[in-house]
């Protein structure tokens, strides 16, 4: 079974501040993707990185995927009070297709 | 909107009743995905089906949960004689294709309560 741990578990910081979240785990995977997820609602992809090392920008998100693709992280330049929400990695394959391992979340509050 | 499409949005069931819950996948998309999301928890997997076939089942629990994708018509999760514990935000996915970049697009989903 593939596991993924996300950290920090709740996150709650005043806008303009920095913050990176974590997703680690002991298995490879083929690609990982990062989503957002609003009270309510499904959630959403923001991301999908898939060779180890890479790193992909999306406005103030940068996302980093290991270089042994266990692990990737999620960082976020001048939080905004419109970035709250529950930030949920996960991991496909090497075998698995499309069956998504999903981490904990992370529940990121942004105080303006 | 061609989105991944979940109904009912809302359902509450006493325990015992059933519940049935429907997905239509995004246009196009054949392949749906079922997970299960308890409160401030991550998404768990349940079931992967293609048209008319169950194709991974692992997560879904062995007694009163069924799946099914028919050739027509949306994919249903079925939940007999619900207990209390089956409280939960039941999330479909669906995709062109299976491939291992994984990429799913999630419906709003169905958020089921058992008094």
């Known amino acids: 079974t593939q596991l993924l741990e996300q950290s920090p578990q709740f996150l709650s910081i005043q806008e303009g501040e920095n913050l990176t979240v974590y997703c680690n785990s002991s298995s490879v995977f083929s690609s990982l993707q990062w989503y957002r997820q609003e009270p309510g609602e499904g959630p959403v992809l923001l991301v999908t990185v898939v060779t180890g090392g890479e790193v992909k920008k999306l406005k103030r998100l940068t996302f980093q995927f290991g270089d042994a693709r266990k692990d990737s992280s999620l960082h976020i330049t001048a939080a905004q009070p419109g970035d709250t929400g529950l930030y949920l990695c996960a991991g496909a394959g090497p075998y698995a297709g499309n069956m998504l391992t999903f981490g904990g979340g992370t529940r990121l509050m942004v105080k303006p | 909107n061609a989105g991944v499409m979940q109904n009912p949005r809302h359902l509450v069931r006493r325990r015992g009743q059933e519940a049935r819950l429907r997905c239509s996948p995004m246009?196009?998309?054949?392949?749906v995905y079922w997970y299960r999301q308890l409160p401030e928890e991550g998404l768990k997997f349940m079931v992967y089906l293609q048209k008319e076939n169950i194709i991974d089942e692992s997560g879904m629990p062995k007694e009163r949960f069924s799946a099914e994708f028919p050739k027509e018509g949306p994919s249903i999760l079925r939940i007999q004689q619900v207990v209390r514990g089956d409280s939960a935000a039941y999330f479909c996915?669906?995709?062109?294709?299976?491939?291992?970049?994984?990429?799913?697009?999630f419906g709003e989903g169905s958020r089921l309560t058992v008094l």
């Open positions: 996915a669906s995709s062109a294709q299976r491939t291992d970049t994984g990429e799913l697009f």
């Open positions: 246009k196009g998309h054949s392949h």
